[in-house]
Each structure stands twice: as C-alpha cells, then as structure tokens.
C-alpha cells in the first residue's frame, strides 16, 4: 500500500509531529478527501505509517480497481477537512 509521506492535518486524531499514523486511510467522496480523518485534540499511533488502503476516485489517474498506484502522497488541509495533494486527474 503506498504511504502516507506527509500530512500536515496535526488536529487529526492519527497525527503525529506531522506523519500519519493510522494503519490504512480510505479517501473519496466527490473529491479527494481522507476519509479517515478525524479531529480530536488527543493522538494515536495505532501503526508506524499510515499507508493508503482504499480509494474510491477513480478520476485519478494513479486510481487502479478503486486503489492507489502512487509512490506515496501527500494529505494537507481544504476548507475543514484533509485531502489527498497527490491527486491528479486522468
Ligand atoms: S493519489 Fe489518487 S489514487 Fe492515490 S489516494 Fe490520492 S486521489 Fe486516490
């Protein structure tokens, strides 16, 4: 599964001095965005990395059979909520 490399959404419950810790992360919805994200003003590391374990975009081009083919990405905030910064369309 590709990892999480960065993620800059530190009022996430799985964020850690700016790394992702949950174990798999889903994105999608009509946009790119992680679905995993939750806020919370305490912290988990339930893993090391968080890896992405399901995506439902399938306009993305790295998007194979609803999962992720890239190297790795990228999560920052939009608006209130975390999306995936690596999207890119077909
Ligand atoms: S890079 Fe594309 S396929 Fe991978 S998680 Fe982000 S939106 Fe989904």
Do not use: W
């Amino acid at each position: 599964m590709p990892p999480v490399k960065r993620c800059t959404v530190t009022e996430c419950f799985y964020n850690q001095a700016g790394q992702c810790r949950a174990c798999a992360i889903n994105v999608g919805g009509s946009h790119p965005q992680c679905d995993t994200f939750m806020k919370s003003s305490t912290h988990a590391a339930p893993c090391d990395l968080g890896q992405v374990g399901a995506c439902k975009v399938s306009q993305c081009k790295y998007n194979e059979n609803l999962s992720c083919t890239a190297p790795g990405i990228e999560v920052s905030h939009h608006l209130t909520h975390a999306d995936c910064l690596t999207f890119e369309p077909r």
